[in-house]
């Protein structure tokens, strides 16, 4: 599932956008959003097959913070991404210890069966600023 809603200008909740400022339009959006997070979530709680629902964003967003807004800025607010997870099964402990997608996609290949034990890789990240090139900066996530 895509979604673009948190992603400015902040349009995609019901209802017309309103003149007010920018954080108010964000949250509505984060309202809609969750509003259809939790129909999904009542749907999946209703069936007895085992589900993982896990949802995480390509990046955070300023909405105002020190004046900022959006999320063409390299900083830690953008790079450190929400994530959360519901199941109607056991969720290993481990999953406290994803740091990024990469992670993300090592917790899914096991929870599917393709692997018989869960590890979490040590090596190190590159997160890019908002250009793949790195003309605007990377820094190495442990």
Do not use: C, W
């Not at 063409?72 to 210890?97: A, C, G, L, Q, T």
């Amino acid at each position: 599932m895509q979604q673009i809603g948190e992603h400015s200008p902040y349009k995609f909740f019901q209802g017309a956008i309103s003149n007010n400022p920018k954080e108010k339009n964000y949250i509505k959006s984060i309202e809609y959003s969750f509003r259809l997070y939790r129909k999904i979530y009542d749907t999946l709680m209703k069936t007895d097959r085992p589900f993982i629902f896990i949802y995480t964003s390509d990046h955070g967003e300023f909405i105002g913070e020190d004046g900022r807004y959006g999320h063409n800025i390299f900083d830690e607010i953008i790079y450190k991404i929400p994530m959360f997870m519901v199941s109607n099964r056991k969720i290993p402990k481990e999953y406290r210890d994803i740091k990024s997608h990469y992670h993300i996609s090592q917790f899914i290949i096991y929870l599917l069966g393709y692997k018989k034990r869960l590890e979490l890789s040590e090596e190190r990240s590159v997160v890019n600023g908002t250009m793949l090139s790195r003309e605007d900066g990377f820094r190495v996530m442990r």
